[in-house]
């Protein structure tokens, strides 16, 4: 039973009124799928200026069209941990990671959009530096890793008016240890949940196809597919956000 409160009593709790409306024009945002899929291009249809973090080095040709209408500047960052003991690798992959955090602090500072491209092998390069090789890691030994991990991402949330795309790769998906023939994201599994929106890229013939598998709060838009020139950053924020898509670029 509800307790009543006193007549006359004053309540020390101030209570708002939830929003109606979105009110951000920030969004965090994972795009992925198959190579050649317009990913990138997406990504960098996005408001600049632009932090690149690049690691898949098949810019060329993509990154200039966008170039010429804002702002871009690229971290190219190690996707590839030369071969070793263990601990060599992991020294090696620490250092690396040492600078893409410090490189993401800095882009905290000057970029209206952060992508990294791919969010997949960034995610490779921290359990290269905490694990080394990768052999006989426990479950349990990604506790402290996915903490960092997310700690890093979780920045944006106490940032404003900066997005955060990350682009993802994918790998098939297993079922006690055999193969499905369904293709997923790769990466850090709490990328998604951790994100407003979420996006598979894909070719149909020529065409550019971005289907929404996260809708933000707006569920009913959850498979809603767009192709081509209407397959970009603002559009696809504005339908979900139901603003104008003007005010997302």
Avoid: C
């Avoid at 990768?134 to 949330?157: C, D, S």
């Avoid at 990350?166 to 369904?182: F, H, L, Q, R, S």
């Amino acid at each position: 039973m509800r307790k009543k409160t006193a007549k006359g009593s004053k309540s020390t709790v101030k209570w708002e009124d939830a929003p109606t409306e979105i009110t951000r024009r920030d969004a965090f945002v994972t795009i992925y799928g198959d190579t050649d899929t317009g990913k990138t291009t997406f990504a960098l249809s996005a408001p600049g200026p632009i932090a690149l973090f690049n690691a898949s080095e098949k810019i060329e040709g993509i990154v200039q069209p966008a170039a010429r209408e804002k702002e871009i500047r690229i971290y190219d960052f190690a996707a590839d941990i030369l071969p070793g003991s263990p601990q060599t690798v992991a020294k090696h992959a620490a250092t690396e990671w040492g600078k893409f955090k410090d490189a993401i602090t800095d882009a905290m500072s000057w970029a209206k959009t952060i992508v990294v491209d791919t969010h997949s092998e960034a995610w490779e390069l921290i359990r290269w530096a905490r694990f080394g090789k990768l052999t006989q890691v426990k479950p349990y030994h990604y506790g402290p890793v996915n903490a960092e991990w997310m700690a890093i991402f979780k920045q944006f949330r106490n940032l404003e008016d900066v997005n955060f795309i990350g682009v993802g790769m994918i790998k098939e998906a297993y079922k006690n240890d055999k193969p499905t023939g369904k293709m997923i994201q790769a990466g850090q599994k709490q990328m998604g949940y951790m994100s407003d929106v979420v996006l598979r890229a894909s070719r149909d013939g020529d065409d550019f196809v971005v289907e929404v598998e996260k809708p933000w709060w707006n569920g009913p838009l959850k498979g809603m597919t767009l192709e081509n020139e209407l397959a970009t950053f603002g559009n696809v924020l504005g339908m979900l956000s139901e603003t104008d898509p003007d005010e997302w670029g």
